[in-house]
């Protein structure tokens, strides 16, 4: 492929453009594709707003396999929240080979705070210079969704392959899209997708952090609450909403980690509480 021009182009030009073959996840064996789905059919709707303690219990005690929580770029919420009540998670980080320095430094500062959990470094297949031989120089800047398939979502379908499940920090409060995102589904290739955070808000991850001191991207206190790859990352402007950008003039749909490879249909739920008393925010 030739080199781009680097012009910004319309949102109708970005999905029209090509994008690579993504390997699959390994197949789950048939038993515990089967009890996952009879999980989630069954307590994805008490789990809805349930804390996120109560959510990494439950993982604890129910999944039928190992399960591995994605890092965040931004503090290491997930990890405290996991050594305490989900100890024998792996940690997850994809090395994008885009990232800030100060972001290289989280996953080190994980291992040596959190021994216990082991941690897995995915890495894309290609360098960032074979893939600027391939796909043209600064592949995030005329074509970010291809960009992320290549150094995000196909390292994460090899590298959650082991697992029975896997741990995010989605939370409903990211945005429009994720208002009813489930704190426990199904992702395409049948393995649980557990998200403990889902009620939180920002101001609730900022507390929890604040309160039990965490490892936090010294970022975040720069103008960055949202963090991503370094050429895909802006500072947020007074009034302009938190989260990775794709470049300063490419749309703002594409922002982040937007692919729909791991995406499943939202069922329908029954309003049922795991504890109708308790409230779904930390409490320490």
Not at 22 to 35: F, N, S
Not at 77 to 84: C, P, T
Not at 99 to 124: C, D, I
Request: aromatic share 8%; proline share 10%; charged share 25%.
């Amino acid at each position: 492929m030739t080199s781009n021009t680097n012009r910004p182009l319309t949102g109708g030009q970005l999905a029209g453009l090509p994008r690579p073959t993504i390997e699959q996840t390994g197949q789950l064996p048939e038993d515990i594709r089967a009890e996952n789905a009879r999980l989630v059919e069954e307590y994805a709707d008490a789990l809805y707003d349930a804390t996120a303690e109560e959510i990494l219990s439950w993982a604890h005690e129910y999944a039928p396999g190992r399960l591995v929580l994605t890092l965040s770029m931004e503090n290491t919420v997930l990890s405290e929240l996991a050594s305490r009540y989900l100890p024998d998670a792996d940690g997850l980080f994809l090395d994008t080979g885009y990232h800030f320095p100060e972001t290289l430094a989280v996953p080190s500062a994980v291992e040596k705070h959190y021994p216990r959990q082991r941690l897995v470094r995915a890495h894309p297949r290609q360098t960032v210079e074979e893939q600027d031989e391939t796909w043209g120089t600064g592949l995030f800047s005329f074509n970010p969704s291809a960009c992320c398939d290549l150094r995000k979502v196909e390292p994460l379908s090899r590298a959650l392959t082991p697992y029975a499940g896997w741990v995010t920090g989605l939370r409903r409060a990211d945005g429009p899209t994720r208002a009813t995102a489930p704190a426990l589904s199904l992702d395409k290739t049948g393995r649980l997708k557990i998200s403990p955070l889902i009620t939180w808000t920002l101001e609730d991850t900022e507390r929890y952090i604040k309160e039990h001191d965490l490892i936090e991207n010294p970022l975040t206190r720069q103008g960055y609450p949202s963090i991503g790859c370094a050429p895909c990352t802006r500072r947020v402007r007074p009034g302009r909403i938190p989260g990775p950008g794709v470049g300063q003039d490419l749309p703002r749909q594409n922002a982040g980690f937007t692919s729909d490879y791991f995406t499943t249909p939202e069922r329908p739920r029954k309003r049922i509480d795991l504890h109708p008393a308790r409230g779904s925010r930390p409490n320490g």
